[in-house]
């Protein structure tokens, strides 16, 4: 499973000329929002921008769980957050399940709350493309 969870921030960026496109606009503030309450015991952590928006990619052992976060519409503060989770075998992704993810998803929407709104939260099979 993986889920999509949409919502609106009210968020100020301190350069806007740093992003790479619209869709990136204030990941970065998001990202600095939930990494110190979802990074707390893995391995391994990556953050970046890349031409789609943010990331924050944390690896436990082999199981690796992602946070991708885009920007939807900058003026009403509109975002779309992913949460999957995947192994690497014989070097391509292999999408998985499991508790962590159900974990990870709580703390976000947990963490949103506190200075956003959740608009809503959808499941979806662990390659996005099937909802659940």
Same mark, same amino acid.
């Given at each position: !499973?993986? +889920?999509?969870?949409e919502?609106?921030?009210?968020l100020?960026?301190p *350069?806007?000329? !740093? +992003?790479v496109n619209d869709?990136?606009?204030g990941?970065?503030?998001?990202? /600095? ?8 015991? +893995? $391995?391994?952590?990556?953050?970046l921008?890349? /031409? =789609?928006?943010?990331?924050? =990619? !944390?690896?436990?052992?082999?199981q ?7 920007? $939807? /519409?900058?003026? %009403?503060?509109? #975002?779309?957050? &992913?949460? %999957?989770? =995947?192994q690497?075998?014989?070097l391509?992704r292999? &999408?998985?399940e ?11 929407? *947990?963490?949103? %709350? ?5 608009i809503q939260v959808?499941? #979806? %099979?662990? /390659?996005?493309?099937t909802?659940?």
């Open positions: !499973m993986a +889920y999509e969870i919502l609106i921030a009210a100020t960026v *350069n806007p000329k !740093m +992003y869709c990136c606009w990941g970065d503030e998001i990202r /600095d929002r939930l990494i110190g309450v979802i990074a707390t015991g +893995y $391995d391994h952590v990556e953050t921008q890349e /031409d =789609w928006g943010w990331f924050i =990619w !944390m690896r436990r052992g082999q690796w769980t992602g946070i991708d976060i885009c920007c $939807d /519409d900058k003026e %009403s503060g509109a #975002f779309r957050i &992913h949460v %999957s989770g =995947w690497i075998r014989w391509r292999k &999408h998985v499991g508790d962590d993810l159900e974990h990870i998803k709580e703390l976000v929407v *947990n963490a949103i %709350s506190k200075w956003g709104e959740v959808r499941k #979806f %099979s662990a /390659d996005f493309k909802e659940l």
